[in-house]
């Protein structure tokens, strides 16, 4: 099993709403940042939004802007990502991740990420 367990994904029409749910409860302190990526097939793995444990900051891909919003779960260890006004280009696999490093150093890099979920499946059609 994957160090951190991700799940919430789904199939829905445009413009439909999708939350999806990070568990980091097997670490006492998974990171400073966490954040949601997705990958599309034939695609690169693309950062979609990420949060600062300490400060709260929040960060998003343009495309989300207005649409996706990061929290935090009500558990310690726990990461929300609510997904709004779905378009068929959201359709990827999602991934949650934790960083042991500032979301200020690099909440987009793959790099600065040293813990991901398995992935979950969101698919936007019609």
């Known amino acids: 099993q994957a160090p951190l367990v991700d799940s919430g994904g789904g199939s829905v029409q445009p413009g439909g709403s999708l939350k999806l749910t990070c568990d980091a409860s097997?670490?006492?302190?998974?990171?400073?940042?966490m954040g949601w990526f997705r990958q599309a097939p034939g695609k690169e793995r693309e950062a979609v939004a990420g949060i600062d444990k300490v400060s709260g900051r929040t960060y998003y891909i343009d495309s989300g802007k207005g649409r996706f919003s990061i929290s935090p779960g009500d558990t310690k260890n726990t990461l929300y990502l609510q997904m709004n006004s779905l378009k068929p280009e959201d359709t990827a696999m999602y991934y949650c991740?934790?960083?042991?490093?500032?979301?200020?150093?690099?909440?987009?890099?793959?790099?600065?990420?040293?813990?991901w979920g398995q992935g979950t499946q969101v698919t936007v059609s019609s």
């Open positions: 097997a670490f006492t302190y998974p990171g400073h940042c």
């Open positions: 991740a934790a960083s042991n490093r500032y979301c200020s150093d690099g909440w987009d890099r793959i790099s600065a990420y040293n813990l």
